[in-house]
């Protein structure tokens, strides 16, 4: 299967991911990508993977161009999906939460927005990440059928929840020590991998790093609103924690979480996007 790269507004994090796939891939597939195959235009092919967001005019018009000579396009990665950190500029509740008088000495300006591509073309399939682990790339490229993601990233983190373990506060940097085989919830940090989806194989909270949501949100909150994903971050802590619920809240509205978490709502279709059904 012929397949090109076509790479927007980005920081050629998921074009790296891609080249770690390695000897796994057919990369002599391979029509057209930037930063491998010199050419001065796409060639026509069966895929096209889009990275990055739409943020000028010469984003606009190299995606309308390759749009017309390709038979499937893929959104890969947070920015060609919902825009990426430079998207959140126009969305209100994150103004609301950068300009709050308690930030704004710590806060810089936002950036101008940058927007998805599926506002521009007809995507088949999305495929989140930041950026989408090679072992993704892998499947999308042979056309796995056993490839399967949709559930939570607990399913592949494998560490255990111990019902006498409830933490009371969150902690706040990641402390040497780090029992291996406990749930960071369970030892008092905020992760959210209890509604993120599944398929990236846990890297981040299997080495003790909270999963941030880069995968988006799992299958049974992927038509959901933002009210609906908070209640079943909120609903983990209750059930796992004696961490205080007005801390939760604060901690899941932080900056740091904002870039995917304030994303997961743009799967369901909302006023400004549309459903995002299709993902893997």
């Keep these: 299967m012929k397949f090109a790269v076509l790479q927007l507004t980005g920081c050629a994090g998921c074009e790296v991911s891609l080249f770690n796939a390695g000897e796994e891939l ?82 810089p300006p936002m950036l101008p927005r940058c927007r998805p591509i599926d506002q521009e073309v007809d995507v088949a399939l999305y495929l989140p990440g930041c950026p989408p682990v090679p072992e993704l790339y892998i499947g999308l490229l042979r056309d796995d059928i056993t490839l399967k993601t949709g559930s939570i990233v607990c399913r592949e983190c494998g560490r255990q929840k111990p019902k006498d373990i409830r933490p009371k506060k969150l902690e706040s940097v990641i402390r040497p020590g780090l029992d291996p085989d406990i749930c960071l919830v369970k030892q008092g940090y905020l992760c959210v991998g209890s509604s993120t989806r599944n398929g990236c194989g846990a890297p981040c909270p299997r080495a003790g790093f909270p999963c941030v949501g880069c995968r988006g949100p799992s299958n049974n909150l992927i038509e959901k609103d933002a009210d609906a994903w908070f209640s079943a971050l909120r609903h983990v802590f209750e059930r796992q924690t004696d961490i205080p619920p007005e801390e939760i809240d604060h901690a899941l509205k932080s900056a740091h979480l904002s870039l995917f978490l304030f994303q997961f709502s743009d799967y369901s279709g909302g006023e400004d996007t549309r459903p995002r059904d299709k993902v893997i």
């Design 26 to 107: 057919d990369f002599g597939s391979l029509s057209y990508m930037p930063l491998l195959v010199s050419a001065d235009e796409i060639p026509e092919v069966d895929l096209l993977l889009v990275t990055g967001g739409i943020r000028n005019d010469e984003d606009l018009f190299k995606l309308r161009r390759a749009a017309a000579k390709v038979k499937k396009i893929v959104a890969v990665g947070t920015c060609a999906i919902s825009g990426g950190i430079t998207g959140l500029g126009d969305r209100e509740e994150i103004r609301q939460l950068f300009f709050d008088k308690a930030h704004r000495s710590t806060v």
